[in-house]
């Protein structure tokens, strides 16, 4: 169970385009969707905390106007980036939380490489 | 100081060995804790999760948690090659996100 899928895997797009992310709990109603970053060798970075039906919570830096982050179904959330710029290459990585007040764990899709040329 | 600590490494452990991963975290009123497993190039793997003072077993993995000292133990028996990767720690915020470590980054030598 707690299985999360992400796609694409890979994606290389050209400077100034827009690229889509689909993140998917296969198995289990995702309450709560977290969207993260992470550049070789270095931690994770959160960006953004959505919940289903709500606007998505950014973390301070994040532009949230170029990151796009829908949360449409308890199953689904997508991350946009909009315009994007080389230095926005890197691995994204989408992870869910269950429902639940009690329910802390979070189950991650296997990232997307994306490398914007 | 960091909300969550962990010692980069890499930490070197012979096969067979018991490898220790360690990690401190600030917070006093913290209240779950887990511990992540990521292989190079790899999103990370939840291995335990731990929310009661003690130890909690799963297979050849044992978390411990001392809240009166803050730090939170990963021990994995029998260490295996496979097990080499970077192990994170993370601590639960009152917002249901999670508060990372750095990571540790461990080598099992054949």
């Known amino acids: 169970g707690a299985v999360v899928s992400q796609h694409p895997s890979r994606v290389i797009c050209k400077s100034g385009t827009s690229v889509k992310i689909e993140c998917r709990s296969l198995d289990f109603q995702a309450t709560t969707m977290f969207w993260y970053r992470q550049f070789p060798k270095k931690s994770l970075m959160l960006m953004a905390t959505s919940n289903e039906g709500s606007k998505a919570t950014y973390e301070q830096g994040v532009e949230k106007d170029k990151f796009l982050i829908n949360h449409a179904s308890l199953t689904l959330s997508t991350l946009t980036v909009t315009s994007a710029h080389p230095e926005d290459s890197s691995f994204y990585i989408c992870?869910?939380?269950?429902?639940?007040?009690?329910?802390?764990?979070?189950?991650f899709g296997p990232g997307t490489r994306l490398t914007v040329t | 100081q960091k909300e969550v600590e962990q010692n980069s490494g890499p930490l070197s452990v012979p096969e067979g060995a018991i490898a220790s991963l360690n990690c401190t975290y600030s917070?006093?009123?913290?209240?779950?804790f887990f511990w992540y497993r990521q292989y190079s190039g790899k999103s990370p793997e939840l291995i335990m999760s731990?929310?009661s003072n003690g130890d909690k077993e799963d297979g050849r993995f044992t978390a411990q948690l001392n809240k009166a000292s803050q730090y939170v133990s990963l021990l994995i028996r029998d260490s295996q090659p496979s097990d080499s990767a970077t192990y994170l720690c993370?601590?639960?915020?009152?917002?249901?996100?999670?508060?990372w470590g750095a990571g540790t980054k461990l080598i099992i030598k054949p």
């Open positions: 917070d006093r009123v913290s209240q779950s």
């Open positions: 992870s869910a939380r269950a429902g639940g007040p009690i329910s802390y764990e979070q189950y």
């Open positions: 993370a601590v639960k915020r009152s917002n249901y996100q999670l508060i």
């Open positions: 731990i929310y």
